[in-house]
C-alpha cells in the first residue's frame, strides 16, 4: 500500500503518518479480532463529519464528502461492516469519491501488544536509520554520471540528523558531471527535507522561495525555502535529471514539480499521482484516525500545484525505461559538453551498450531459436540455450550461464560485462558464426 504524506506545521499539534506506519502495522491487525460495534460504527461517522468540515482544504468539497457518508450511513450501508479493516478501506474509497483526493483516508491501526519489560523490542523505524533515513541507493555509473535513489524523505524529526546523511551523499557524488535522481515509487514525506535536498543544486546565497502551504484551520500560510548554508559541496552546474512514475507521490512530487519549474532538472518518467495537498492525521479512537487534506499547497513559480494533474515529465516513458532513457540523455550530454577532454568514442562505447527498450521491443524473438547451438574456435567453445524466450550464452569449460539481451539485429549485449557479439548470417539466413564485437573472438557454428 502506497501512501502520501506532506509536512504539517498548523497551530495545534497534528500527527502526520509517513510511509512505515501502514507495514509496521501489518501483525498487529492480523490479531486484533475485535468487531467493529454500532456505537463505535457511530463515533467514527461523527468524527469523521466534524473534522472533514473543520479542516478539509475546500470546504465546500468538504461538505459534500460529509454529505455522501451520512446520507449512505443513514441508508445503512456501514451497518454491515464488521470487521474493522473492511471499514477502513470502505470509508477510504468514500471519503474519496467526490474528487479522487488521494490525502483522504481512514486508517485502521490495531492497538499494539503490550510486552513485558525484558522481552525484546518487534519495532523497526521504517522511515529513519533503518532505511537510512530514505537514501538507499547512490553510486557512480560509467561515464561518470552520478546516482541518488530516495526512497522517501523521511520524517520532520529527523531533519537535523539527516543533514550530514545528504551532505555524505553528495559529498560522494561531487565530481560527478551528471546526476540522476529516481524518486520512482517514493510515495512522499515532509517538505523540509524536500528542500533542503533542493538546496545542494542551487549556489544563491540568499534562500530561494519554493512554495506556499495555506493550513485551512486558521488560514495560516507558511512557506519553505532552500538554505544557503548547507553543509558541504553545492553542485549548482550539475546537469540533473529527475526519474519519476505513476506511484511518486506528495512529497516525493514537490521534489520533481520544483525543480522543474525552476528550470534545474530534466523530468522523466510517468506523470506522478496528483497528490499535492498537505495532510494531517486525527485520532478517532484507539484504533481508527482520519487522515484529511488539511493544507492548500501553492508553488511559487506557477502559483498553483500539481493536485489532481500530477508533475507531467518533459520526457514522457514508462517507469521501467526511465532510467535507461536518462542514463542515455546523461551520457549524450556529457559527450556534447566535454570539458575534460574526454575522447567522444568513451562515450559512444557505453551508448551502445544501453538496452534502448524502445529497440528491442522491434526484435522478433520468435526467430531467437535460429541462434541455439554450440560455437567453438581455438580453445573456445559457447553454447547459446533458449529459455523462456530469453537467451543465455554459456562456456562450456567455465560454466556460468549469460544473458543475451538484443541490441539491434543480431547483436547481443553478454550479461553485465562490457561486450558485445554478433552473430553472422549467410544469404540463406543461416547463423554461421559468432563474433565478438570488443574482442577479437570468431567462432564458427558447429551444431
Known sequence: MISYFKKHTCTIALLILTLCIFSEEMTAQQKDSKLVTPQELNIIVDSISTIVKQYYVQPEIGTQIVTNIQAKYAKGAYTGITNPQTLADTLRADLRVINNDLHMSM????????????????????SGIWTNYGLSEIKVLDGNVGYLKIKHFTRHQYLETIKPVITSAIESLKNTEAMIVDVRD?????????????????????????SDYRCTLHDHTYGISTDPDVLGTKLPDIKLYVLVNANTGSAAESFAYMLKHLGRATIIGETTVGAGNGASIHRVNDRFSVQVSSEETINAITKTSFEQVGVIPNIKTTSAQAFTKGYQLALTYLKE???????PANYDQLLEFIVIPEASTNIDTTEYTKYVGTYQGGNI???????NNILYGQMRAKGGKMTLTPLKDHIFKVGDIKERIQFVLDTKGNVTQLMGIDSPMELTKVE
Open 337 to 343: 559538453h566535454n570539458t575534460h577532454n574526454i575522447h
Open 186 to 210: 517514493n510515495g512522499g514525506g515532509f517538505e523540509d527535507m524536500v528542500a533542503y535536498y533542493i538546496s545542494y543544486f542551487f549556489d544563491s546565497t540568499e534562500p530561494i522561495h519554493l
Open 381 to 387: 567453445s559457447i553454447t547459446v540455450t533458449l529459455e
Open 107 to 126: 486508517v485502521y491501526r490495531a492497538p499494539r501488544e503490550r510486552t513485558t519489560e525484558n522481552a525484546p523490542s518487534i519495532q523497526v523505524n521504517e
